[in-house]
T-cell receptor
Framework: DSGVTQTPKHLITATGQRVTLRCSPRSGDLSVYWYQQSLDQGLQFLIQYYNGEERAKGNILERFSAQQFPDLHSELNLSSLELGDSALYFC?????????????FGPGTRLTVL | AQKVTQAQTEISVVEKEDVTLDCVYETRDTTYYLFWYKQPPSGELVFLIRRNSFDEQNEISGRYSWNFQKSTSSFNFTITASQVVDSAVYFCALISNFGNEKLTFGTGTRLTIIP
């Protein structure tokens, strides 16, 4: 158990809908990362937050947004969902968020868009 | 740009055999970190090891060992006396300042241990 929690574990929804994925980092970690794992794209970095502020952006679609709250938990919002958004979404956390840190991953949220 | 290549898509070995998973990386940065993660059938990503670019010492942890060679830009992972519980997808990953501090993953190697 990495100490990173993600809810829900599974999510099934329809095209065009909006969903919110939630992540709580390990105790003491200030940085949160979101990744998408799909069969065709592999593991892709989406976005990083550090202590409430956006720090780095990867291949995140404009339909997707995220935020980190004062208690350091983070939410990833996915809107106007398409079939291709079906994937496993991981949250990871690290102490400070620099390249010297180890990122510890949560169990993931499996999103299925029908 | 930085890149991680895991050329072995799938490997199957019989239990108790040794197996080596290959990882080759590219980066322009002189300071970087390499990682291995395990993704068992249950789906979570489990951290196994981190190695920085200035430490080329091989590491052994139980049945696991890692061989880091800067000369060939490789960071290979060996499992000795494999067990069925080692069946998983293994990912090699790289992070550096040049890569904007984001973790770049290889495509993974699916390892199946046959009982």
């Amino acid at each position: 158990d990495s100490g990173v929690t993600q809810t829900p574990k599974h999510l099934i929804t329809a095209t065009g809908q909006r969903v919110t994925l939630r992540c709580s980092p390990r105790s003491g970690d200030l940085s949160v990362y979101w990744y998408q794992q799909s069969l065709d794209q592999g593991l892709q970095f989406l976005i990083q937050y550090y202590n409430g502020e956006e720090r780095a952006k990867g291949n995140i679609l404009e339909r997707f947004s995220a935020q980190q709250f004062p208690d350091l938990h983070s939410e990833l919002n996915l809107s106007s969902l398409e079939l291709g958004d079906s994937a496993l979404y991981f949250c990871a956390s690290s102490v400070a968020g620099g390249h010297t840190d180890t990122q510890y991953f949560g169990p993931g949220t499996r999103l299925t868009v029908l | 740009a930085q890149k991680v290549t895991q050329a072995q898509t799938e490997i199957s070995v019989v239990e108790k055999e040794d197996v080596t998973l290959d990882c080759v990386y590219e980066t322009r940065d002189t300071t970087y970190y390499l990682f291995w993660y395990k993704q068992p059938p249950s789906g979570e990503l489990v951290f196994l090891i981190r190695r920085n670019s200035f430490d080329e010492q091989n590491e052994i942890s139980g049945r696991y060992s890692w061989n880091f060679q800067k000369s060939t830009s490789s960071f290979n992972f060996t499992i000795t006396a494999s067990q069925v519980v080692d069946s998983a997808v293994y990912f090699c990953a790289l992070i550096s300042n040049f890569g904007n501090e984001k973790l770049t993953f290889g495509t993974g190697t699916r390892l199946t241990i046959i009982p």
